[in-house]
């Protein structure tokens, strides 16, 4: 979905040119002597070695090239190939294969979207909305959607225009402040800095009768560099689509929020779409910076503050005045059957604690960074482990590969089958996704604290097509640049001198898992400049010429995402660490104290107690790293050890979800209201204390401790005898 503009940077290394010759292999990193949850490590070894010399650069090109023919918005015939595809292979590797359909409420190819600058009349005109560079061969294809935002209503709208900048709450505070009043106007922000829905809901709040979002050349366009195709920035008429179903809310089906769509759901059993919590009230439309450039240059009012001039070639205003626009969207809304594959490899020991891996397969049109990089790695992920299959191995925990339709529309087939799923996955392992793979070669993950160590561990022993492993390469790109994490901001590194694992929020399929049953989660990329997110262009043209044109960042990924689900689903006791969890926990709780300190002086929360319980986290998560690195002979300690590390994550939850917003339920991470994708830590409370409502930040921070004691607990147990 969304790989926020955050994942819009600069590469950190130099890819060769299309065309150029392949790079030598590089020779493999060093075996590992120790891994945590195992004890016997040379077999774990082995299985190790024998898979990551499986998954092949070219033949994960080949995947991408097919996955990628054709533009494939979910729901139609196109992604319905995808889904044959997909389970095709699956089935190759000797993968149980099921396909799961939903019935859920979802934007087809709009019958119009049209915008015509009405005023000054010397301008009056529909602008092109089309995108075309000279050159690709892609762009043409009569069945490339026009850009449109899904989860827009239908509306025909006239009035004048207000820049608001990122359409951030404190954007619209500062148009108040210059006395400029947004009410019953069109507004146009600018693409960034929060998820585009935020910029809908907030818009909505302060009274705008229509928004409109344009992607600025200084986010992604000239301003970085060339721009496509001489280079990889967003030209001046490509278009970002994307939902702005507030999936802060909730993601999902709009009308059966907390349980599946299935195909025999009754309607009565729906809620009705049109008040459904998580779509807009006002219309929405994305638009390019070659076009919104003929509305922004004739806004009068005041000049904007200096911080919201963006790239276009001329002083920015807010207006209104100069410029009135007409706006006409007719949007195409129906119940439309989606699809998610299921393969499973069944589990010999353990096999009611799976292990879920997986990636979404549907796409704004062509998708080939953004989702069908994760695609064609993960199928060479699954080819990998066939071929163990084939030699007699057989994991000890169930695993599960999901290839998720929808998700470009509010990550609605994860969301579907984790709710039809939910008594199912009580004692899953984790869930590891992969999303976009490959826009560049600068590795980035992205995970709750418990398994950040558990990822570097894991690039410690893939090569990187650099040199050396992808942990040193890792290594390498966060010495010499601020490496920019793929989903959300960066945040602070509390608790190591590592690489950076950033904090998940949402915008990808883990949100489900995570944040509503409590499921450990990560999420990994590639990154490296990325213009043409949403886009036309985002097609196998543009990846050969600028993100990897060998396809060795394809086999890169492939073979991280594998050894995460080998050392997961074989680890006799689960590699979770529980004490990095209680310092992250302590460091969010001492950080938001200072805050209030600072901000309320005596009248602050009591933080005591949830300080005292997450501490009391960090010293059971100490208790058990031994028993992890040296696993009990016995198989009934070890199993007792492995259900407490499992539950352990879903004490973190809230059994009546955070207030306002009942499906999201873990207690320590969530997507901000007013970010929508980057990570709110501690959200009840945050969220409290950000609105001054101190009695309710102190409901939240006691029952917040109250999870984490739950948590602490269960460890603890854990260490006691029988």
């Known amino acids: ?270 809620s009705s779409p049109e008040k459904s919590a998580d779509m807009p009230t006002i219309p929405t439309m994305p638009l390019s910076y070659g076009d919104a450039k003929m509305i922004m240059q004739e806004l009068g009012g005041p000049e904007s503050p200096r911080e919201w001039q963006g790239g276009l070639p001329f002083t920015y205003h807010v207006g209104p005045g100069a410029t009135r626009v007409h706006m006409r969207l007719k949007m195409n809304y129906a119940y439309r059957t989606i699809w998610d594959v299921i393969g499973t490899i069944p589990g010999t020991e353990s096999a009611d604690q799976p292990v879920i891996a997986g990636n979404h397969r549907d796409a704004w049109v062509y998708g080939t960074v953004d989702p069908n990089s994760g695609t064609a790695a993960m199928l060479e992920t699954v080819h990998g482990l066939g071929e163990l299959l084939k030699a007699g191995w057989k994991p000890k925990r169930t695993i599960i590969f999901g290839s998720w339709d929808a998700e470009e529309q509010g990550l609605i087939g994860s969301t579907e089958w984790a709710e039809d799923q939910e008594k199912q996955l009580g004692n899953a392992a984790v869930y590891f996704n992969m999303d976009v793979a490959v826009s560049g070669p600068s590795f980035a993950a992205s995970a709750v604290p418990s398994l950040k160590q558990f990822i570097r561990d894991a690039t410690k022993t893939v090569p990187s097509p650099s040199g050396g492993s992808v942990y040193e390469a890792w290594q390498k790109s966060t010495q010499n640049a601020a490496n920019t994490e793929p989903l959300q901001r960066k945040l602070p590194n509390v608790t190591s001198t590592d690489v950076p694992v950033g904090d998940l929020g949402s915008g990808s399929d883990y949100t489900p898992f995570l944040q509503h049953l409590g499921v450990p989660s990560t999420d990994i990329t590639s990154n490296g400049p990325y213009g043409v997110y949403h886009s036309v262009f985002d097609n196998l043209q543009w990846f050969t010429k600028f993100a990897d044109p060998n396809f060795l960042y394809e086999q890169q990924m492939a073979r991280v995402f594998g050894i995460e689900v080998l050392r997961m689903a074989d680890a006799d006791v689960l590699p979770h660490d529980y004490q990095v969890y209680g310092k992250e926990i302590t460091a969010y709780l001492e950080a938001l104290q200072r805050r209030c300190s600072a901000a309320f002086g005596k009248q602050s929360p009591d933080f005591t107690a949830s300080l005292d319980a997450a501490r009391r986290l960090t010293n059971a998560g100490q208790a058990v790293i031994a028993s992890q690195t040296a696993p009990a002979e016995s198989a009934e300690k070890r199993q007792k050890l492995n259900r407490s590390l499992i539950s352990a994550e879903r004490q973190l939850m809230f059994a009546d979800g955070l207030p306002k917003r009942p499906w999201f339920r873990h207690a320590v991470y969530a997507p901000g209201e007013f970010t929508g994708y980057a990570a709110v830590v501690l959200p009840s409370v945050t969220e409290a204390v950000d609105n001054g409502d101190l009695k309710t930040a102190q409901e939240q921070l006691n029952t917040l401790a109250a999870a984490i004691a739950r948590s602490a607990e269960v460890l603890e147990n854990s260490q006691k005898g029988d």
């Not at 006239?158 to 990122?166: P, R, S």
């Not at 400029?180 to 907030?202: A, E, F, P, W």
């Open 1 to 270: 979905m969304q790989r926020a503009l955050a994942a819009l940077t600069m590469g950190l290394f130099l890819l060769p040119a299309a065309g150029q010759n392949r790079p030598t292999p590089p020779s493999a990193p060093p075996q590992p002597q120790t891994i945590t949850g195992f004890r016997d490590v040379q077999a774990e070894v082995q299985h190790e070695k024998t898979f990551l010399g499986v998954p092949d650069a070219q033949r994960a090109g080949e995947h991408l090239r097919i996955l990628t023919s054709e533009p494939h918005m979910a729901s139609t015939p196109e992604d319905r190939k995808t889904v044959d595809y997909v389970a095709g292979k699956f089935r190759a590797a000797g993968l149980d294969n099921k396909i799961v359909e939903y019935k859920v409420w979802l934007a087809g190819k709009p019958d119009e979207v049209m915008l015509q600058i009405v005023y000054p009349k010397i301008a009056r005109q529909a602008l092109q909305m089309r995108e075309h560079v000279d050159g690709d061969k892609y762009q043409d294809d009569p069945r490339v959607v026009t850009g449109f935002n899904a989860g827009s209503p239908s509306g025909d709208v006239e009035g004048d225009v207000v820049y608001a900048n990122y359409g951030r709450p404190e954007d619209f505070r500062k148009l108040q402040d210059l006395k400029v009043d947004v009410r019953g106007k069109i507004v146009i922000t600018r693409y960034g800095n929060n998820y585009r829905g935020v910029k809908s809901h907030v818009a909505e709040q302060y009274g705008a009768t229509a928004v409109i979002i344009y992607s600025d050349p200084s986010d992604d366009g000239y301003v970085k560099g060339d721009v496509y195709p001489k280079g990889p920035w967003r030209p001046e008429s490509g278009v970002q689509r994307g939902s702005v179903k507030y999936i802060f809310k909730y993601p999902g089906d709009p009308t059966t929020p907390g349980f599946a769509s299935t195909p025999d759901l009754p309607d009565v059993k729906r």
